[in-house]
Nanobody, 124 residues
Framework: QVQLVESGGGLVEAGGSLRLSCAAS????????MGWYRQAPGKQRELVATITRGGGTNYADSVKGRFTISRDIAKNTVYLQMNSLKPEDTAVYYC??????????????????WGQGTQVTVSS
C-alpha cells in the first residue's frame, strides 16, 4: 500500500558530503514522523535522525552537527544532508515513515513502513 524509495547513496571520501532522499507513495492519507536509520555490517540497526510532521527533529549523538534532516510534506519526501562524513558512517541507510493509509474511504491506523535501503560508503 505504501512504498518508500531511497536515493542518493554512494561512495565518498572522508570529509565529504552526500544527500539522501526518500519519497513515499501509495495510498497515503497522511504521514506523521519520518526518519533515517542505518545498519553497519555486524551491527544492529540504529536511529540516525527523525522529523515530525511539525518539524521537530531528533538526532543520534554521533551525527549531531554534521547531519541535517528535513522534509517536504507536500511531496511526502524526507531528506538527509550528511556533511563531514567519517568512515564510521559507512552503513546501509533506511528510510522510515509512520503512515496512515486510506483505501476505499477507510483510514487506517498508523503503521511503520521501511525503504529498501541505500548504501553509504565513506573511505578513509
Amino acid at each position: 500500500q505504501v512504498q518508500l524509495v531511497e536515493s542518493g547513496g554512494g561512495l565518498v571520501e572522508a570529509g565529504g558530503s552526500l544527500r539522501l532522499s526518500c519519497a513515499a507513495s501509495g495510498s497515503i492519507f497522511n504521514i506523521n514522523a519520518m526518519g533515517w536509520y542505518r545498519q553497519a555490517p555486524g551491527k544492529q540497526r540504529e536511529l540516525v535522525a527523525t522529523i515530525t510532521r511539525g518539524g521537530g527533529t531528533n538526532y543520534a549523538d554521533s551525527v549531531k552537527g554534521r547531519f541535517t534532516i528535513s522534509r517536504d510534506i507536500a511531496k511526502n519526501t524526507v531528506y538527509l544532508q550528511m556533511n563531514s562524513l567519517k568512515p564510521e558512517d559507512t552503513a546501509v541507510y533506511y528510510c522510515n515513515a509512520d503512515v496512515r493509509t486510506i483505501v476505499l474511504g477507510t483510514i487506517s491506523a498508523r503503521n511503520d513502513y521501511w525503504g529498501q535501503g541505500t548504501q553509504v560508503t565513506v573511505s578513509s
